[in-house]
């Protein structure tokens, strides 16, 4: 079934099978130039697995000289040496088509009506907005194009093919990584947006994610040993296929061991244990909120790994905010 990590663990959940520690690689690291930096999200407080975001410079999706191949079971994919990899998944038979596409004067044609460059993208006035577009025209092209699917919102995505060709993916789907790589989120530090201003305080992985990649593993486990040694990685068996996997080392187990240990705990009526947080802080989550333990807590925690007050009112004035 080709569908998406998020998508699978839907259906079939996130099951864990077997898993085994996977080591660093030590000492000074090659990475590539584009990499700035890594952090974890723990997810703590929801069921999500932690997830990696790298910190990076440039659209690293795009690179010079990037072609496509078609490869098994409708999967298409552009691997860069450095260790990147795009892919889409489309099923659907390829035919010429008519499509749409803006021409520049130029000759060359666009899926979209460009900007010129070096537009800052923050305009007094109507007339400088439609002003900082390239001149040209819609025209109708025939080419090569799969059936139209509902992927990516229906999206075209238009491929130059290694034999070649231009081929475009009426609407396909984002799936898993395929073996020997990772998916990770991205920030593109380089790229500044006006309405990003108000969250210039905040560190860059909690501002603007710019998409995610597929990194080959050496790649992967390089910039974790360069970024987050304190990180520990896991080669987990899930349910649709084997993952790498960021746990803590003080868990000594994955993390949705962890965060079952304590829901039945909670429903036992039993204190919480000393990674409490991974079940009920869920903080750094998209909407959630510290919640406390009703229970109390094992012998084990320490004072220190317990909320303050200030924390308890920030989160209880973050729920008053949104309503519940």
């Not at 659209?59 to 078609?70: A, E, F, I, L, P």
């Not at 979209?112 to 907005?129: A, H, M, R």
């Not at 229970?295 to 320490?302: K, L, T």
Request: aromatic share 12%; proline share 5%.
């Amino acid at each position: 079934m080709m569908l998406s990590d998020e998508q699978m663990n839907v259906i079939s959940g996130s099951r864990n099978g077997a898993w085994v520690d996977i080591p660093l690689p030590t000492g000074r690291q090659q990475l590539p130039d584009w990499v700035r930096g890594a952090h974890v999200d723990w997810h703590d407080g929801v069921a999500n697995a932690p997830t990696i975001k790298l910190n990076v410079r440039g659209k690293v999706n795009d690179w010079d000289g990037k072609v496509w191949m078609r490869e098994k079971g409708g999967m298409y994919m552009a691997r860069h040496p450095d260790g990147r990899l795009q892919q889409h998944h489309h099923s659907g038979a390829v035919s010429m088509t008519a499509m749409r596409r803006f021409r520049t004067t130029d000759g060359k044609l666009h899926d979209y009506v460009p900007q010129k460059p070096g537009i800052s993208n923050v305009f007094t006035s109507t007339e400088d907005y439609e002003s900082s577009f390239e001149p040209g025209e819609w025209v109708e092209v025939e080419v090569l194009a799969t059936t139209k699917q509902d992927g990516y919102g229906g999206a075209n995505i238009w491929l130059d093919m290694d034999d070649g060709t231009q081929l475009v993916l009426r609407g396909p789907w984002h799936v898993g990584a395929p073996p020997g790589y990772v998916e990770v989120t991205c920030c593109d530090s380089s790229q500044r947006y006006e309405w990003e201003r108000k969250k210039e305080h905040k560190p860059w992985y909690r501002r603007f994610i710019g998409g995610s990649m597929y990194l080959r593993h050496d790649v992967f486990l390089a910039i974790v040993a360069t970024y987050l040694p304190h990180v520990r990685i896991a080669g987990v068996e899930k349910s649709y296929g084997y993952r790498l996997e960021a746990y803590r080392a003080e868990w000594g187990m994955l993390k949705a061991e962890v965060y079952d240990l304590e829901i039945n705990r909670y429903r036992n009526k039993e204190p919480a244990g000393p990674f409490w947080r991974t079940y009920w802080d869920g903080t750094n989550a998209y909407c959630g909120n510290l919640r406390v333990p009703e229970y109390g807590y094992r012998d084990e925690v320490h004072e220190g790994d317990k909320p303050k007050q200030a924390e308890i009112d920030r989160a209880e004035e973050r729920r008053k905010r949104r309503g519940y």
